[in-house]
């Protein structure tokens, strides 16, 4: 003991291991920032209104996976309807929006899901839905009369297409993008960074996931369904997938209780109140990220028969419905997906 202490090499040797440990431990667990084993990392932000988290697993890009959370951010510029300045903040506030424009895009996708859904899907409703809070302290339902004026400046017939432009019919319009938004920016992640080379990774913006090119030794990613219980962390069950997003909608994410009632953030298009129709969750799984988003609103406002009936008749489109009871109804070839541990 004594030697050591007397020793400078030793003392100097033994500082430096301290120091590399003091920084591996930095680097890999400083906030939002992950470094695990061998080819994987993870970088986690907050945007879109949600923690968002990208994982790259077979190239050591960290810069990309940086970036690729900070498209999210620029995203908000486009897509949020609450952020002062954004595009769709001066769509809702009159401006005309080019039809080439990324914004105009989502809109035109929305209106298909609106199309075969008969107005179940409805991006219009924003007047109607920040009516609602259910993040803020004031859980209480909003006045009847002010849910129906709303409703009366909803619809797609709001949404005025005049040669290369869009417009909204009157002031009192709000377009709401928050069904769709987040499904089409992960298939735009998605492919910044198989720009960047990366075959293989997962995108999760807020449970709205999307995977691809399977993991690194060849197997299948294996992802959770939530409970539909809110602030749940369990699983109801796992799909087994190589490349797919899988997207759920449910009643426990934005909601609150009021006098024994529950009010959540899925909207019935005709009445403006909360969808009720014993559903707790619809699951779709599609290589579209956006359309599995889409399709997971428009399945849980359309019911568990006709929502069903939906997804029967689309390719490679599946789904997976909950009901108050914790019944699983599943889609045409969902069951082939499950993993077997679950
Ligand atoms: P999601 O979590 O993808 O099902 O989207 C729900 C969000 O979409 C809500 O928070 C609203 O912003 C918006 N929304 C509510 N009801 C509808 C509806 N019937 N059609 C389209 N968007 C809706
Ligand atoms: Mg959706």
């Known amino acids: 003991m004594k030697n050591i202490q007397k020793n400078p090499i030793i003392i100097v040797v033994f500082t430096i291991i301290i120091l590399c440990l003091l920084l591996y431990l930095k680097q890999g667990f400083s906030s939002g920032e992950k470094v695990g084993n061998?080819?994987?990392?993870?970088?986690?932000?907050?945007?879109?209104?949600?923690?968002?988290?990208?994982?790259?697993?077979?190239?050591?890009?960290?810069?990309?996976?940086?970036?690729?959370?900070?498209?999210?951010?620029?995203?908000?510029?486009?897509f949020s309807r609450t952020k002062e300045g954004s595009m769709l903040w001066e769509f809702?506030?009159?401006?005309?929006?080019?039809?080439?424009?990324?914004?105009?895009?989502?809109?035109?996708?929305?209106?298909?899901?609106?199309?075969?859904?008969?107005g179940a899907f409805s991006i219009t409703m924003g007047g109607v839905s920040s009516l609602y809070d259910f993040t803020g302290e004031n859980n209480i339902p909003p006045d009847a009369s002010l849910v129906t004026k709303a409703l009366e400046h909803s619809g797609d017939d709001k949404i005025i297409i005049?040669?290369?432009?869009?417009?909204?019919?009157?002031?009192?319009?709000?377009?709401?993008?928050?069904?769709?938004?987040k499904g089409y920016?992960?298939?735009?992640?998605?492919?910044?960074?198989?720009?960047?080379?990366?075959?293989?990774?997962?995108?999760?913006?807020?449970?709205?996931?999307?995977?691809f090119g399977g993991k690194p030794d060849g197997s299948n990613y294996n992802i959770g369904i939530q409970y539909p219980l809110k602030n749940s962390?369990?699983?109801?069950?796992?799909?087994?997938?190589?490349?797919?997003?899988?997207?759920?909608?449910?009643?426990?994410?934005?909601?609150?209780?009021?006098?024994?009632?529950?009010?959540h953030h899925i909207l019935n298009?005709?009445?403006?109140?909360?969808?009720?129709?014993?559903?707790?969750?619809?699951?779709?799984?599609?290589?579209?990220?956006?359309?599995?988003?889409?399709?997971?609103?428009?399945?849980?406002?359309?019911?568990?028969?006709?929502?069903?009936?939906?997804?029967?008749?689309?390719?490679?489109?599946?789904?997976?419905f909950v009901d108050e009871n914790l019944n699983i109804y599943y889609s045409d070839g969902f069951e082939a997906l499950l993993s077997k541990a679950s």
Do not use: H, W
């Open 162 to 181: 005049t040669g290369d432009t869009l417009k909204l019919a009157d002031s009192e319009t709000k377009a709401d993008l928050g069904a769709i938004a």
């Open 38 to 78: 061998g080819q994987t990392i993870t970088k986690t932000g907050f945007a879109l209104d949600t923690v968002v988290s990208v994982t790259v697993y077979d190239k050591k890009d960290e810069a990309a996976a940086a970036e690729a959370i900070s498209l999210c951010s620029d995203f908000e510029d486009i």
């Open 185 to 211: 920016i992960a298939d735009r992640i998605k492919e910044y960074l198989e720009s960047k080379g990366v075959r293989r990774g997962i995108i999760d913006l807020g449970g709205n996931i999307l995977c």
């Open 233 to 263: 962390r369990e699983y109801l069950c796992a799909i087994s997938v190589n490349t797919a997003s899988v997207v759920t909608s449910g009643v426990y994410e934005r909601s609150f209780t009021y006098e024994g009632e529950l009010y």
């Open 92 to 118: 809702n506030n009159g401006a005309e929006l080019p039809s080439s424009s990324e914004l105009a895009s989502v809109i035109s996708s929305a209106r298909y899901y609106s199309g075969i859904s008969s």
């Open 269 to 320: 298009p005709e009445t403006g109140l909360p969808v009720k129709n014993g559903l707790v969750s619809v699951t779709i799984v599609s290589d579209s990220s956006e359309k599995a988003d889409a399709l997971s609103t428009t399945c849980f406002v359309l019911g568990k028969e006709k929502g069903l009936e939906l997804i029967n008749s689309m390719e490679d489109t599946y789904a997976a």
